[in-house]
């Protein structure tokens, strides 16, 4: 089957074709267990048990949290996309057999959320705000499109319609529907999905609704609180409703606000809302939210929502690097609605952020063993701090197997299982190549069938190579190759002569009557970067981060030492590249010269003294990229370095 | 009357009398009215009312705080106090009308708590671990022994024997006693200063109890939590009964621990028995918590307890600026505890931490004008981050009017208006000054009279002159005078005569047949001093804090405008100081010219960027007195800069 670009992709890259497969032959397989309450040294899930007891198979209560059907759908969603190049008739069974206890526990009305099938169908869609039944039917509705488009097979799509259906029927504007809206925010581009399969112009009129009539007066979740006393807990704090994204009508928001998961899901059904109504007013918002994430509040890893309170944004330049939350899920979030920012307009700055997040802030969410994971992704660690102070005691110095609330894994794994989605798309006569995900390529510029290879050293090196294998209509087509931000320099060559085009908005334009044999060839100058952070950003002042291509590099205190806050860059140092094969997967190191501050004349235990000459001498320094650090024990690390 | 010394004092300093007049004529009377619930503006104390209600003079609950009993008593000790230098018979009224309320409503037993007297007697001593009975009853017996000092009555200190008798006979290792000690320390140093009064053996015995008993298997805590089943707040985090200083015995305590306020109290306590008894091994775990406290846990003001969570010690050289807790009520304990150890060995450093909290981390706690007081005394603001980041909540850009929970204006007070105790004491033959706090003073070294009154422009600068005023005898005695840990040279002359002694462990001892009109001067050198930080403190690494004397500087947004962390030192500023009459109360500032980062370069609203060369241009800088910040409206303050 094709993806959802009408493309087809068989990834053979270097970097990510080994990642994609521990999602298809460890993660996906482990999470099954875990779905079923068959690990042993884990918190069971209490998923399919919860789908049981909803469907009258078994006795028993609901178990887990209110949003623990997610899960599964998340799982589902993953393991569909694995089945498009990897068809699996046993994962296909169990699939089914899932897809029809799922089916069984669906209410006649459509209704589907085993919390309130479980506790009481009577109680239901009181308590939007926390309960998160919207979110779970956004997320099955996503594993329904995906199966669909992977397997061909309507089942969970005839599921996800029917409970669509329920929730239009319930939920709107017109007379006689509830004025709600999720609590967390999913569901809105999970209708745009639907509606892209089914045509069904219900589901966009339903999305744009939910976007629209978020955080509109009188408000909601302070209604719905009136009815049902359940106190906000976030009204005790700064965040009030805009925890949710529901203090105020989207139209009228100025920035990234609340916890961050919600916001970047919301913005993204607010852009595919934007995109197919062609909404000014809901574009002009999409804007200022880009804007105020990506120019203010966002690590150099893509990630994002800098608070352990409330997971969330806190306030412009605001990335302490230490107490950071920066959760997996988020810059995932973040992902999804740099896409869609850039279905609406092709500019290089959105693919690379996709490119920012994915290689940095989202695969640190992961173990190179892809068997543990990070919830929160920090930029400094040292691990007594860890341990000790209770202002980081959300940060982990070591990945962890398995989640209570284990939102990120399933997470990450449906991102990576769809990553040619992000890599490539078409429009018209173009063929975009957003991120140079190496592998073979099917596509249909202007309706004609072209097959590509795509080769790289990425991101290791900046070679590109792009070859046309088949093509047989003669019609000139577009390949719309994006030249990263990062990059400063570069040469491209078609057939050996060296192409005049200029890049436009981050993309260089090819037009040609591209025919078999054709060849491509990019070159991305990639050296060693000392980036700067904005000097409104308190915590980097004085700072140094190295960045090489797309890669944030770190210190680890596995290959520096302790104490990395005694090291200094020093003004010029000379980086030397090296790549290791041995080396956390196969890295590029990279080394230089840098200076450390002697501890000499402490000696006598003083805690303050007059300034004395202080002595720091030279010590080779060596990074590693920051996706893979805390693969080697607990110990400390640090992206920011003194000057 | 003389101070608990056998000493008596006029005090008339040009820097602190007019602060401790504040305290006498303004926040004694101020506390009072708050203390009977007639403030306006401020939530009620219930302080007299509980009394009240104990007493049966009034119907009515009680109100407030489980400890709000030791607040009224706070106070009692301060307004005894002043009495000494200034009697006031309508104060000396309303204190007995006060002692007389509280001597009513102690039970036949002795017993005295409102909140049991009120709640039920049959419900005491269940909850020693949180309900601060011991606590409570400690403050009572120091009031009254500052009461008897000060007016030469035994009202209170008679109410104070019947409860400490009472306490004798419920608490201790006795046969039928029960083996509790108190939640929060402080009964320990208050039962010894009623020793010292009394005489009475039975008192020091029972301090000896509470300090030795504290922390041994089985754990009393947890023995009373099984009892009562009243879980442990604490022993869900890392702090566990250390919270308390009772997770084991002072003799296996390696480190500062928990709490900070209850840490002192109890170490001060410790050191009372300690000195008392000659129990070496009790001196040795002084030495241990001193050092942990001051060599690896102390901030440059002499604040402590870096963490909000439990408002507690945290791990070595954890020492963060911004998110500090330092209460104000810790530094005076930090002070009892110095004291105590002064009282144990003649070293210097005890004194140089009094001088170095007294001056910084103590007096930040309230305002100029005396009215308005910090708990917390970070030692770097942004207010922005104050009001909208939720591990900075604890920190306030502007000092408050009161607290619901107002433990530290009645400390304050407590300790300004009995300064001259740190001050001054005299052994044996020796006077020492351990402060250069102006004014007229009566001793008696080796028995025999002497009056000496010294002037000097502490802290502004160096030069002190001590005049023997009065002199009979013709017996030598010695003038002990502190030279300074931050004093790097002084002179010091006798009768115009350099002295040829050598200061001893921080004391110069001079040994003369002292006569009337005998005159010494001391001349101790006080330049800025750049201060560092050692270089375990991660928070001030490459950080540059100001000292000249014993006054720690700062940078304020009034003088230098916002985003401090723009400003660099330089290498070797040239300072530049003025006294100033008329800035924040009279204060010498500190000029000199610095480097500020010019913002050129990031007009395109990037958040990161390749290294450019960076701009520093020269500004002048001005720097004011740490415990002189934020009395002129809210902005950005640092105390450590960039170098």
């Known amino acids: 089957m094709a993806n959802a670009n009408g493309m087809h992709m068989t990834v053979t890259d270097p970097f990510w074709s080994s990642r994609i497969e521990t999602v298809r032959t460890q993660m996906i397989p482990y999470q099954w267990e875990a779905l079923n309450d068959r690990l042993p040294d884990a918190e069971p899930s209490h998923c399919v048990h919860n789908y049981k007891v909803a469907s009258g198979q078994e006795a028993g209560r609901f178990e887990g949290c209110v949003f623990q059907d997610s899960d599964l759908a998340k799982w589902i969603e993953a393991a569909s996309y694995t089945l498009i190049s990897h068809p699996d008739p046993t994962l296909q069974k169990t699939l089914a057999d899932l897809i ?10 459509g209704y589907l959320d085993t919390y309130y099938i479980i506790n009481g169908l009577d109680k239901r869609f009181t308590n939007l705000r926390d309960h998160h039944e919207l979110y779970c039917a956004g997320h099955l509705i996503e594993a329904a499109v995906a199966h669909h488009e992977a397997t061909g097979s309507r089942m969970l799509l005839d599921v996800a319609r029917r409970l669509a ?3 239009e029927r319930n939920f709107g504007a017109e007379p006689g529907k509830m004025r709600g809206y999720p609590g967390h925010e999913v569901l809105e581009m999970a209708l745009v999905r639907l509606y892209n399969v089914t045509e069904e112009e219900r589901y966009l009129h339903l999305a744009r609704y939910f976007v629209e009539e978020r955080g509109q007066a009188p408000l909601y979740f302070e209604e719905e ?4 006393g359940n106190h906000c807990h976030w009204s005790d704090g700064p965040l009030g409703l805009q925890y949710y994204q529901a203090g105020k009508p989207i139209r009228e928001q100025t920035d990234a606000e609340g916890h961050a998961v919600r916001a970047v899901y919301y913005y ?11 909404d000014e007013s809901l574009l002009a918002a999409c804007d200022r939210m880009w804007e105020s994430i990506t120019r203010r509040r966002m690590y150099i890893t893509g990630g994002i929502g800098s608070s352990d309170y409330g997971e969330a944004f806190t306030y412009d330049y605001d990335l302490p690097n230490d107490t950071a939350y920066a959760e997996t899920c988020a810059a995932i979030g973040l992902v999804f609605f740099a896409r869609r920012m850039l279905a609406i307009r092709k500019r290089g700055e959105y693919a690379d952020v996709i490119e920012r997040a994915l290689y940095n802030g989202i695969l640190s969410g992961m173990s190179l063993d892809g068997q543990s994971f990070f919830y929160v992704n920090p930029l400094e660690v040292v691990p007594e701090a860890c341990e000790k102070d209770q202002l980081r005691r959300h940060v982990q110095p070591e990945r962890q197997k398995w989640f209570g609330c284990a939102c990120c894994p399933p997470n990450l794994a449906r991102l990576l299982a769809s990553l040619d989605r992000y890599a490539y798309s078409t429009e018209e006569n173009n063929v975009f190549v957003h991120l140079y995900l190496g592998g073979s ?7 004609e069938r072209v097959v590509l290879e795509l080769s790289s050293g990425y991101p290791w090196n900046g070679e590109i190579r792009l070859r046309i294998t088949e093509r047989e209509s003669s019609a000139p087509f577009t390949l719309a190759l994006r030249i990263p931000g990062w990059c400063r320099n570069y040469t491209v060559s078609a057939g050996g002569e060296a192409c005049p085009e200029k890049a436009q ?4 334009y090819l037009t040609r009557a591209w025919k078999a044999g054709d060849e491509i060839c990019l070159s991305l100058s990639m050296p060693v970067e000392r980036i700067k952070a904005h000097p409104a950003v308190r915590a980097d002042i004085g700072k140094i981060a190295l960045m090489r291509g797309p890669i944030v590099y770190c210190l680890e205190e596995a290959d520096n030492g302790a104490d990395l806050h005694h090291i200094r860059l020093g003004d010029s140092p000379l980086f030397q590249t090296r790549w290791d094969e041995r080396t956390l997967g196969g890295i590029t190191v990279i080394t230089c010269e840098g200076k450390r501050l002697a501890k000499a004349g402490w000696e006598d235990g003083a805690l303050y003294r007059p300034q ?8 080779p320094l060596r990074f590693i990229p920051y996706y893979a650090w805390a693969n080697r024990g607990p110990g400390e690390m640090a992206v920011w370095i003194r000057q």
């Open 441 to 447: 390529l099917e596509a249909f510029p202007g309706g």
């Open 165 to 167: 259906d329920c929730m």
């Open 225 to 228: 609180e009136k009815k049902t």
């Open 268 to 278: 993204s059904g607010v852009a595919d809302v934007a995109r197919l109504t062609g």
């Open 612 to 619: 004395a000459e202080e002595d720091y001498h030279t010590v």
């Open 505 to 508: 908005d981050g993309y260089l």
């Open 100 to 109: 029809e206890l799922i089916a069984s526990a669906q209410q006649p009305d």
